[in-house]
């Protein structure tokens, strides 16, 4: 069974910093590309960094320069480094893990709240 399990969510003052981890199953970790998206009320939810395995990088361009996605590969653990936070990054940001190929397949945590204050 297939497990996303998200941490490191919380309340920062403007300018202050969070780090989000994204613990997940080994079956998938390895041939997965990892994401992390954000969803505010009223609002379809969108991706804000991406990392896929073989190490390629995007981002949302809101929060380039300011957040950073990485993949620890032995840890089966992706990570939200974010710092310079905004009021407009409160959202509940999700992990995902996308599976191409002949067997697509995608997952995503529960979700953890990330509020910013000014």
């Known amino acids: 069974q297939v497990q996303l399990v998200e941490s490191g969510g919380g309340m920062v003052q403007s300018g202050g910093s969070l780090r989000l981890e994204c613990a997940a199953s080994?079956?998938?970790?390895?041939?997965?590309?990892m994401g992390w998206y954000r969803q505010v009320p009223g609002k379809q939810r969108e991706l804000v960094a991406g990392i896929s395995s073989s190490g390629k990088l995007n981002y949302e361009d809101s929060v380039k320069g300011r957040f950073t996605i990485s993949r620890d590969n032995a840890k089966n653990t992706v990570y939200l480094q974010m710092n310079s936070l905004k009021p407009e990054d409160t959202a509940v940001y999700y992990c995902?893990?996308?599976?191409?190929?002949?067997?697509?397949?995608?997952?995503w945590g529960q979700g953890t709240q990330v509020t910013v204050s000014s």
């Open positions: 080994k079956i998938i970790f390895g041939i997965a590309t």
């Open positions: 995902n893990a996308r599976i191409g190929g002949t067997n697509k397949r995608e997952y």
